[in-house]
């Protein structure tokens, strides 16, 4: 019998079968049609990770991890480079992007809700050579240490007695510490720490409201500073250069794609956050900018980026000038507060991703390891170590190195949204070839497809013109170095991995569970890129009878249905009939099912249907409380002990 539990790799890509993974279309039709999805029961390459996250986890996390140190401290970096117009424009037009990057992971992840999300997406329905690329740029996006540099900065405000390094070092303990509690306590952490921000930055608007008018200060402000210094840092150029400071602010709300693989029910927590995102965006960072763009002037060199050494947020800055110093403190503490947060986050994210390369073979496999509570302790270890790049920004080029860091966040944001985008394309293609009607899906993207192609092709766009600045006379070779490098690394890991390991387009890419597609060869970065123009997929392969167990043979929709209806009514404790099923067993009656005890077991139906009353019938599906798929056990009709097990 063969389980869909893992995947393995080779030099063809992506191959199913072999003991290993064997789903058929028409058990992904049927849980598709049902529109009984997005239950999380075919991550196939996190298993030991546990879904512990809540539906109030999972908002409270889509909405407050978008306020971190980025928006509260580096937010003075971009008015100091855009001015106060500037930034609106770069920052509503990266907040357009990261609208339909969302809603484009929110149709995939409420379908596929996987640990490795748009990493395996990527390896699913376009190459397995770019989700290694995408995998790794992902996490050294999140490993570059933004965090720490901010805790140094933010507590320096009330005392020096610490240095900035010795600040780095006792949180980088305490980051490591707190992110091996395991994924509830970091959703419940999540959950107050986004309350405490979400109610903090709404009294920081009102207080900007009351200073702009003058009800507090000695005199009301207006838009005197749109008048002098000015809207524009630079003009164009000004506007250009806000765009990755916009990038790295914003990235972090895909966040939701990596945590819909640890949740309990991501069929209805995940719509729910991704329809949250244009409320977020327009509230909380345009208004930020606004309001900062209001009470500061871009020229003001104590802004966070003006000089090497500042160590405010724009926001304390901001109230402190209006005498309002009690606010300013507890301002500096709630951007401790979102440093916290955000650095939980961050060691979060690096470590799942992290997770996934490991267990799909494209980091070194004792990375994968996970301990008794599901956690990904060596991925957490491993990641935190890479932040100690922070402590080059304790040399005396601090500020420029900090700068070159925010660079190349934003350029690694807008090649992962790119890459969504054209996931997101690939997938619907797969839809299509399935014969599935779109409607159906649990989540809709809006504006499919223009959404998504503006998405993708802006992202691209920006990934160029970010960097213009350095053609300017006189050409910067350390500008040029540090807007681009990651262009030739990211295209450097995708063609050596594809080159080396041979790598072709899945032949056998899973929509839910898995679908035959083939798609025409990808040889280079720019094929990738226009995947969506260039590729077709093919006809589907069909399979009746994906198990077999003794002389019986059932379709994979028949035992998909069975454990999920089982499991379904295991987790809110609902019984059918008088023989109270699902059964549960601490002992499975001597059979050696590779899970852990108790044991549950729910009747399979031929049709896949649910099952609905009377008595169930004779061959049943086994599963654990973590809803593994252990095996199932067929009626043989003979006498006497007529069952047989098959794991």
């Not at 720490?193 to 009294?203: H, R, T, V």
Request: with cysteine; hydrophobic share 45%; net charge neutral.
């Amino acid at each position: 019998m063969r389980w869909a539990m893992a995947a393995k790799s080779n030099k063809d890509g992506v191959q199913f079968g072999a003991e290993t993974q064997v789903w058929d279309e028409e058990g992904c039709r049927s849980r598709f049609a049902a529109a009984d999805v997005g239950e999380g029961r075919h991550d196939v390459f996190a298993a030991p990770l546990k879904r512990h996250l809540r539906s109030r986890h999972l908002h409270m996390i889509a909405i407050g991890g978008i306020i971190g140190p980025g928006l509260l401290v580096g937010s003075g970096n971009a008015l100091s480079k855009g001015g106060p117009a500037g930034v609106l424009i770069s920052f509503s037009l990266v907040g357009i992007i990261v609208f339909f990057v969302m809603q484009s992971l929110g149709e995939m992840a409420t379908l596929i809700p996987v640990t490795g999300s748009f990493t395996e997406y990527a390896q699913r329905f376009i190459d397995d050579s770019l989700a290694f690329g995408l995998g790794w740029a992902y996490w050294y996006l999140w490993v570059l240490a933004n965090e720490y540099n901010a805790i140094s900065l933010v507590i320096g405000y009330w005392t020096d007695a610490v240095p900035q390094w010795g600040w780095i070092l006792i949180f980088w303990f305490i980051f490591l510490g707190l992110s091996n509690l395991g994924v509830l306590a970091y959703g419940e952490m999540e959950f107050w720490l986004s309350l405490i921000k979400i109610l903090a930055l709404i009294a920081f608007f009102i207080l900007a409201i009351c200073i702009s008018t003058g009800g507090i200060g000695p005199q009301p402000i207006g838009f005197k500073y749109w008048h002098d210094p000015g809207p524009f840092a630079d003009s164009i150029n000004g506007v250009a250069r806000t765009f990755v400071v916009a990038g790295t602010l914003y990235a972090g709300t895909e966040m939701v794609g990596i945590t819909a693989g640890e949740s309990a029910n991501p069929r209805k927590a995940v719509p729910t956050a991704i329809r949250q995102v244009f409320w977020r965006i327009l509230i909380f960072y345009i208004g930020t900018m606004f309001f900062i763009g209001i009470l500061l002037p871009y020229n003001d060199k104590r802004l966070l980026g003006s000089s090497s050494n500042a160590a405010s947020s724009p926001l304390t800055i901001a109230l402190t000038d209006a005498g309002i110093l009690p606010a300013a403190h507890l301002i500096n503490a709630l951007i401790v507060i979102s440093v916290i947060s955000a650095g939980n986050g961050s060691l979060y994210v690096a470590s799942r991703t992290l997770l996934f390369m490991a267990r799909n073979g494209k980091a070194p496999r004792f990375i994968g390891r996970t301990n008794s509570a599901g956690v990904p302790w060596v991925a957490l270890i491993f990641s935190n170590l890479f932040t100690c790049i922070v402590f080059l920004t304790q040399s005396s080029g601090a500020g420029k190195i900090y700068s070159a860091l925010i660079t190349l966040s934003g350029v690694a944001t807008f090649i992962v949204w790119a890459v969504i985008g054209i996931c997101h394309i690939r997938f619907r293609q797969a839809l299509v070839v399935q014969g599935e009607d779109p409607a159906k899906l649990p989540f809709k993207a809006w504006l499919y497809p223009w959404g998504t192609y503006f998405a993708v092709a802006l992202n691209i766009f920006l990934v160029f013109f970010q960097g213009y600045t350095a053609f300017l006379n006189p050409f910067s070779a350390d500008d040029f170095v540090i807007n681009y490098i990651l262009l030739p690394v990211f295209a450097l890991f995708v063609l050596g991995y594809k080159f080396w390991h041979k790598t072709r387009p899945p032949e056998d890419p899973p929509l839910s569970p898995s679908i035959k597609m083939l798609y025409n060869k990808i040889i280079a970065v720019a094929a990738l890129l226009l995947a969506p123009v260039l590729a077709a997929p093919t006809e589907l392969d069909t399979r009746a009878c994906a198990y077999t167990c003794g002389s019986n043979c059932y379709s994979a929709s028949a035992v998909s249905a069975a454990q999920e209806a089982g499991y379904e009514l295991y987790s809110s404790d609902e019984t059918v009939g008088s023989n109270n099923y699902p059964h549960k067993y601490n002992n499975y009656e001597g059979f050696d099912f590779p899970v852990s005890s108790p044991y549950y077991e729910w009747p399979i139906l031929s049709s896949g249907r649910t099952y609905t009353g009377g008595s169930p019938g004779a061959d049943r599906v086994v599963f654990n409380s973590n809803d593994e798929l252990a095996g199932v056990i067929t009626h043989t009709g003979a006498s006497g002990n007529n069952f047989v097990a098959c794991t």
